[in-house]
């Protein structure tokens, strides 16, 4: 037997035992002729005692910090004990010791405030998984997967696997391509996601499925981005986009109970896609705190119809905003105390680069009721007033004031209100706030192809009502200038996106189910139809057979993980992640291949100079 007992088992009542424990050796204590040993396996730790009659036996074989130890001996009360181990109250009087293995002396120290540093921790993965604080990220990992499990399990969904060597269809990101010995001069690709197979499964009747599935993209890498991440995705037939709405708020509500004890009981608040990129500049917003944004003017042009304060900002003379294409203002909660120190260095982080903007007005609403500006000049206090009631600002707050070009003003606007939210402290880590994003634009225009893509996938369907003017109307966009004129751009997408605290966790769609519309789809997209048929055939065909209505969604995995576990990045939760130029630098990967693997593949590389 290698081990009667793990490190984390033993208590007070098993005092007088005779116990085996096998694991790692943590720390080495040497007090005069005694010698502790904290011993570490994946359940906790067991604090060794060697009295001085094993002093001979340790001189003959030292012991060094991850070494790998067996050790058999009595559970004995600890004098001196430490409630904050489980296991703190007893200690191991050892008998006799085995070193099962020897190790190095690690490169950086196994303990939850690690010396090592990000690059050294992930070329010696292996080493960081064992310490305490990444386990217990795939411990939270493995428990929102068996918590989804369960729930989707319980509700009839069946895991079904879909092949990883597919059919390179680009839409959205590259693919990785993956070349065909057999076939020399083809080339598999790794699916973006088992989209078009899962559409499939309900083609075949299958009614519900799912698969927490790794998803492959190779996009340039962002923080919080891997090129091989993972989904729990879904579908399901005879749906409309209430029934997933429901039954896919409760998974999350489900995980938050399993993994996180929260109950979530309130409904899921719901918003469009339009109020929200009114309301918090994004279509992702973090709805645990308020500030809305105000547009006080925004360009004739807009796509977003509502919310017009225009008259209150205009025709004062002041060049800034008279000039400008939008102004957008917050109001931010006892705000007026801020310092002129304070506001200089809101001023200097909205004219950072990533930011871009030229500079920042502000209206102090002071507790007394009086107003004072930045742009005092041109509006005077009863302007000043209107615009304040325009905010819904209270007396104690500020109001921060941008005004810019459309797109790059709501976004700095959007980026100014996260700011200060977290500055006031307003986003907490142990508050999570669900939210449904709706009512999403089928399409984007793409201005250097002139032509649509689709905001989701070609495969979403456009809400019911929208189908005609859809499949009536030529896609073709003759007035580039005017691309929001065309009808296309009105039609919204049968899409759903569900957010947590402002970020996106996952996303589907009601989707098409008719071999006309998917077709009228893939033109409005800029597709022939031999290049449909070259690229989708397959499932226009299947179309053709009896396909059901049918919807589903993905969620993010590895991002719903790192959100419940309070971190910013994903690579804190996946065993083996990769860096952000895409290296694994653990395998060294990607690497080059030999001569003869590559002939194999009929691949010849082009000599770099
Ligand atoms: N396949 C989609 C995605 O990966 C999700 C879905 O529509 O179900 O974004």
Redesign the pocket.
């Known amino acids: 037997m290698f081990r009667s007992h793990t490190c984390g088992e033993l208590r007070k009542s098993d005092v007088s035992k005779e116990v085996i424990l096998a694991g790692w050796v943590q720390t080495v204590r040497k007090f005069g002729a005694i010698t502790f040993i904290d011993l570490r396996d994946r359940y906790g730790i067991t604090q060794l005692v060697f009295n001085e009659d094993l002093n001979p036996l340790l001189d003959q074989n030292p012991l060094g910090r991850e070494f790998v130890l067996q050790a058999t001996g009595f559970v004995i009360e600890r004098s001196n004990k430490n409630l904050t181990i489980p296991t703190g109250e007893i200690e191991m009087d050892v008998r006799s010791f085995k070193i099962l293995n020897k190790s190095a002396v690690p490169p950086f120290t196994i303990q939850d405030d690690t010396d090592g540093g990000d690059d050294l921790r992930m070329k010696y993965r292996y080493l960081d998984l064992r310490r305490n604080a990444v386990k217990k990220n795939l411990e939270l990992r493995y428990s929102v997967n068996r918590s989804a499990r369960n729930y989707l399990h319980e509700q009839g969904f069946m895991d079904i696997e879909t092949p990883f060597l597919i059919k390179s269809t680009p839409e959205g990101a590259r693919d990785f391509v993956v070349p065909s010995r057999m076939n020399g001069g083809q080339f598999y690709a790794l699916p973006q996601?088992p989209?078009t197979f899962k559409q499939l499964l309900m083609v075949s009747g299958y009614d519900r499925y799912y698969q927490i599935v790794k998803?492959f993209r190779d996009e340039d890498l962002r923080a919080d981005r891997q090129p091989e991440f993972t989904?729990i995705?879904c579908e399901m037939s005879f749906v409309e986009q209430e029934d997933i709405l429901n039954m896919f708020e409760k998974l999350i509500k489900r995980i938050f109970k399993d993994v996180k004890n929260i109950d979530y009981t309130d409904a899921v608040e719901r918003t469009t896609w339009e109020d929200a990129m009114w309301t918090f500049g994004n279509d992702k917003p973090d709805i645990r705190f308020g500030m809305k944004i105000c547009t006080l003017k925004k360009p004739i042009s807009v796509y977003l119809n509502k919310h017009d304060h225009a008259a209150l900002i205009n025709e004062a003379g002041f060049p800034v905003f008279d000039g400008a294409e939008t102004v957008l203002a917050v109001a931010v909660p006892g705000g007026a105390a801020f310092t002129r120190k304070q506001l200089d260095e809101l001023t200097e982080w909205v004219k950072r680069p990533q930011i871009g903007m030229k500079g920042l007005a502000y209206i102090r609403y002071n507790e007394d009721g009086s107003l004072k500006s930045s742009i005092d000049k041109f509006y005077n206090e009863d302007r000043l007033k209107l615009i304040a009631s325009a905010v819904e600002a209270k007396q104690g707050d500020i109001i921060l004031v941008l005004a810019g070009a459309e797109e790059r003003t709501r976004k700095a606007m959007s980026e100014l209100r996260l700011e200060m939210g977290e500055q006031l402290g307003l986003r907490k880590k142990d508050e999570f706030k669900l939210l449904w994003v709706l009512d999403f634009p089928l399409f984007e225009y793409a201005e250097e192809e002139n032509r649509w893509v689709a905001r989701?996938?070609p495969f979403t369907s456009p809400k019911p009502s929208q189908i005609q003017t859809m499949i009536e109307n030529d896609p073709k966009i003759s007035d580039a200038a005017n691309y929001l004129s065309h009808p296309y751009a009105q039609i919204q997408a049968n899409a759903y996106d569900m957010v947590l605290n402002g970020n996106e966790i996952g996303?589907?769609?009601i989707r098409i189910f008719q071999r006309a519309l998917q077709e009228k789809m893939f033109e409005a997209l800029g597709m022939t139809q031999e290049e449909a048929l070259h690229k989708f055939g397959f499932l226009l065909g299947a179309f053709e057979y009896g396909a059901p209505p049918h919807g589903?969604?993905?969620f993010g995995f590895d991002r719903l993980c790192s959100i419940l576990g309070g971190s910013e990045s994903i690579r804190d939760f996946i065993a083996f992640p990769k860096n952000n130029s895409g290296r694994d630098v653990m395998l060294d990967a990607p690497s080059t291949i030999d001569d003869s693997q590559l002939k194999e593949l009929s691949i010849q590389l082009q000599k770099s100079n």
Do not use: L, P, V
Request: include cysteine; proline fraction near 0%; aromatic fraction near 0%.
């Open positions: 996601s989209q998803c989904q995705d989701h996938h996303g589907g769609s589903g969604i993905a």
